[in-house]
């Protein structure tokens, strides 16, 4: 029979036992945290909002400067710390996610360093709760993203100045389009005036041939100005459409007789008879077809044909260019439609602003269509624009 004295023996020997093993345990936890929080080169912290007090991982140190002992274990050498232009946004933000019951916490701020550098860190922790659903710690680690940031920052400067410079440059073409559209004006007038006087020469007379030269060079800087004027008008959002009724077929034939009188080096084949009748500002589509044209021409110089198709599908109306040129490099495609993009392969060799294909596309979005290109089973490209047949 056991006595008493020899239960309250074994009794204190278990719960002895007890201790011990969750010491031991604890004690392994403690260990296996600390390897963890050595092995990487974040800063750990764990904080106690019982005693409101911090306890760091040695790569506080290291990625600080500071000593970690009583003073920098306080959450008010933390705040301190916090640069002030974000310290109470990163007080609100961590006391706000404690009182909201929040799982988890993050921000990105300024750290002042021993050395008094700022460093931009990355700051995440879990809130935990015991089972009355009470806060009573903040387990988490810092990361140093001072280079990240520094390229981040390096980036929206030059964006910025980028911006800045597009900025200058749409002002630039708003001044000169407008002051240069007056002289030309003038001059396709007094141009006029002299063909009509060249009428009475003889054709092979050299004047003639000066005459019809300077009135070649007028039209080229005439639809110059008409794209920079354009641009200017997208750019302030004044590019107005004015819809009516027309047949696109015809359309797209007229657009074709136009290019071909100014250039005779290739055959342009179309030979749709049909009736294709959609809604649309008829000028503003003539003007892509006519890009669309003048490039095939322009950029196919060894070939002969160009290849025009149209058609509705599923109450779209889809125009196609097809040349058997050069062609377009695959990682430069994705920019063709960028204002005064042009592919550097070429931009050497053929002249123009980089202004056409930016307003094309701008006219095929503001009819809410689609604008691309693809390739061909052969040398060349494929130019296409959709628009609805009736406005949405």
């Known amino acids: 029979m056991i ?13 002895e036992d007890r201790v011990t093993e969750r010491t031991q345990k604890l004690s392994e936890s403690e260990e296996r945290f600390n390897l963890v929080a050595k092995a990487t080169n974040d800063t750990i912290w764990d904080w106690d909002l019982v005693s409101n007090t911090m306890w760091r991982s040695e790569n506080f140190t290291t990625m600080f400067g500071y000593t970690r002992n009583d003073e920098t274990n306080k959450i ?8 002030p232009e974000d310290r109470d946004r990163v007080q609100d933000s961590v006391y706000d996610a404690i009182n909201d019951h929040a799982k988890n916490w993050s921000a990105e701020y300024r750290f002042l360093k021993s050395d008094g550098n700022y460093a931009y860190i990355l700051d995440r922790g879990s809130i935990l709760e015991d089972e009355f659903r009470t806060p009573y710690r903040l387990v988490g680690s810092i990361i140093d993203i001072t280079s990240q940031k520094a390229i981040e920052i390096k980036l929206i400067k030059a964006q910025s100045a980028t911006e800045e410079l597009m900025r200058k440059k749409d002002e630039f073409m708003s001044i000169a389009s407008h002051e240069l559209k ?32 300077a009135e070649r060079q007028t039209q080229k800087m005439t639809a ?26 015809q359309m797209v034939k007229e657009s074709i007789d136009e290019v071909g009188l100014q250039n005779n080096s290739h055959h342009l084949i179309f030979e749709d008879e049909r009736v294709l009748e959609i809604t649309a500002d008829r000028p503003r589509l003539e003007q892509v077809v006519n890009n669309f044209l003048t490039n095939a021409i322009k950029y196919s110089p060894k070939a002969k044909e160009v290849l025009i198709t149209c058609r509705i599908d599923k109450e779209q109306f889809i125009a196609e260019v097809r040349d058997y040129g050069i062609g377009i490099p695959q990682n430069k495609k994705e920019f063709l439609f960028d ?26 979005r503001r009819h809410n269509g689609s604008i691309g290109v693809k390739d061909n089973d052969s040398p060349g490209s494929t130019f296409w624009f959709r628009v609805p047949v009736k406005p949405k």
């Open 3 to 15: 006595t008493a004295r020899e239960g309250l023996k074994t009794l204190n020997l278990e719960l």
């Open 76 to 83: 008010s050498f933390w705040f301190d710390k916090v640069h």
């Open 182 to 213: 007056t002289p030309v004006t003038s001059l396709k007038g007094s141009l006029q005036i002299l063909q009509r006087i060249a009428m009475k020469l003889d054709p092979k007379d050299q004047m003639v041939s000066f005459i019809n030269k």
């Open 224 to 249: 110059l100005l008409n794209d920079l004027l354009d641009v200017t008008k997208i750019q302030e959002g004044k590019l107005q459409l004015n819809y009516s009724t027309f047949d696109a077929c």
């Open 339 to 364: 204002r005064f993009y042009r592919v550097q392969e070429s931009s050497s060799h053929f002249s123009g602003l980089g202004l056409g294909l930016y307003i094309s596309a701008e006219i095929v």
